[in-house]
């Protein structure tokens, strides 16, 4: 564990992996992990970041957690994932998240203090890569470019000390056998299910008028879920080169009524 001096006199808590002690620096802002913690966008933010730690490391280990718990001893309270710290800086002070984000920049990024793999280990990783080559056929170069996107490195001399076990178990995790090449399979249906999706968001943006007479917040839910699905569907279409109409639902949807209650409707919807 390290102590850096933020704003010249708070101290603040850091582990050789850029985890942030949470629960001091909280109390120096009145605030408290757990209420940044229970946050519907915090929860969000984390499941997604153990999402791509897990996806990105190929296996499920304790150095996907984000959040760590510690009660008793020197490294008592909670601590946060560099990523995650980060975003909880922000949610404490707009100054510190800067600091922050900087301080955690120079413990893993190879300011002074910063251990990096020795000699032996970067003679470990290449014939790693050598390895992995061999078994699955896959390039050198490739090899070595994803190893720097999974350690957030420029060069695999730069891998932290602390990062070297996981750097072997992601050389490891390939299969032996080189991958396939998938072949794309048609898409079936993609035409009817993106014009019957636009003409299902487009009426129920018609209708929001109509909507907001029921229920002022489920229509302003639905408004606005619709409007983003006319987007992006409108831009699915684009890309896959299928032709919706230019103009709004209403004018192409078959209407069954009477000139009288057309006319009703739009002035429901004016």
């Known amino acids: 564990m390290q102590t850096h001096i933020f704003n010249s006199q708070i101290p603040v808590s850091f582990r050789e992996d850029g985890f942030l002690n949470a629960t001091a620096i909280s109390a120096h802002f ?12 915090t929860q969000e933010y984390i499941a997604a970041l153990a999402d791509f730690l897990s996806v990105t490391n190929k296996i499920v280990t304790k150095e996907n957690q ?6 008793g001893g020197t490294e008592q309270g909670t601590w946060l994932h560099p990523k995650l710290a980060v975003h909880f800086a922000r949610w404490l002070d707009a100054k510190f998240a800067v600091w922050c984000d900087m301080k955690i920049e120079e413990i893993l990024g190879g300011q002074s203090g910063y251990l990096k793999i020795s000699p032996a280990q970067k003679q470990q990783i290449q014939q790693a ?9 896959e390039h050198w170069q490739s090899i070595y470019r994803k190893l720097h996107q999974f350690c957030r490195v420029n ?7 602390a990062r070297f076990e996981a750097a ?7 299969p032996d056998t080189p991958a396939r090449a998938e072949t794309q399979k048609p898409l079936r249906n993609l035409q009817g299910a ?10 129920i943006y018609q209708h929001r008028a109509a909507l ?3 229920n002022r917040r489920l229509a302003a839910t ?17 890309q896959a080169g299928i032709r919706v109409p230019d103009n709004e639902y209403f004018q192409y949807f078959p209407w069954d009524g009477d000139s009288a209650e057309k006319a009703r409707y739009h002035q429901l919807n004016a």
């Open 30 to 41: 009145g605030k408290r992990p757990n209420d940044y913690l229970k946050t519907e966008q």
């Open 66 to 71: 984000v959040v760590i718990i510690k009660q």
């Open 129 to 137: 890569v050598e390895a992995r080559h061999h078994r699955t056929g």
């Open 155 to 161: 060069s695999y001399h730069e891998i932290a000390a």
């Open 168 to 174: 072997m178990q992601f050389l490891a995790a390939t």
């Open 194 to 203: 993106v014009i019957n999706s636009l003409y299902c968001a487009e009426f």
């Open 212 to 214: 907001r007479g029921l």
């Open 222 to 238: 639905l408004n606005d879920h619709a409007a983003d699905s006319i987007m992006f569907l409108r831009n699915v279409a684009e």
